[in-house]
């Protein structure tokens, strides 16, 4: 059974750093790629930043710069690190795994996913 278990999340002001984790079980993250979307108030989800089975990196345009995006082969753990946020960062964010093996097409799609954890809550104050 593979399940995602994210952490890492809170309340946060303007400026602030936040560091999520996303602990992987039963499914090597070094054989699929793995994403971070979000999901703030009222809105749909959207795609933050991916880290391919090969480990190449990818980030959506609003937080290329800011948020990176990293792995820990040993621990099978994703990370996404945040910095400079902003009240537009506030949203649950979600580690999801793709559906196929050493695939990393259409890594922005939310339906390239098939297994989510249960979302982190990151608050960014003014």
């Known amino acids: 059974q593979v399940q995602l278990v994210e952490s890492g999340g809170g309340l946060v002001q303007a400026g602030g750093s936040l560091r999520l984790s996303c602990a992987a079980s039963g499914r090597t993250i070094t054989s699929y790629t793995m994403g971070w979307f979000r999901q703030g108030p009222g809105k749909e989800r959207e795609f933050v930043a991916t880290?391919?089975?090969?480990?190449?990196?990818y980030y959506a345009d609003s937080t290329k710069g800011r948020f990176t995006i990293s792995r820990d082969n040993a621990k099978n753990t994703v990370y996404l690190q945040m910095n400079s946020l902003q009240p537009e960062d506030t949203a649950v964010y979600y580690c999801a795994t793709n559906k196929l093996k050493y695939y990393s097409t259409n890594y922005y799609e939310r339906t390239s996913y098939d297994v989510w954890g249960q979302g982190t809550q990151v608050t960014v104050s003014s």
């Open positions: 880290i391919t089975w090969s480990g190449a990196t």
